[in-house]
């Protein structure tokens, strides 16, 4: 519990606001394959990319840095593949 009291959270409001609106606009349409890749995106977002200067300031010297890397475009390519697949 401390650690959550302690900690500053990185993502802004305006984020969370804009993951709320594009999601629930793409849910009215009936688009929910969409809302589901806007809500990926923002979560790879947030876990990687924001999380890139901490990261490699402290470890500097990391040598698997496209494991860093690659995660991200995997997770979003079979995300990509899962969601335009069409169920016959």
Known sequence: MEFLLTSTPHITVVEVALLLLLT???NVYGKSKIALLITCFFALFWAFFINY???????SDLKHS???FGFPFLILMLTLVGVLRREE
Do not use: C, P
Request: net charge negative; aromatic share 30%.
């Open 24 to 26: 629930s606009i793409a």
């Open 53 to 59: 200067d901490i990261l490699f300031i402290s470890y």
């Open 66 to 68: 496209y494991l860093y």
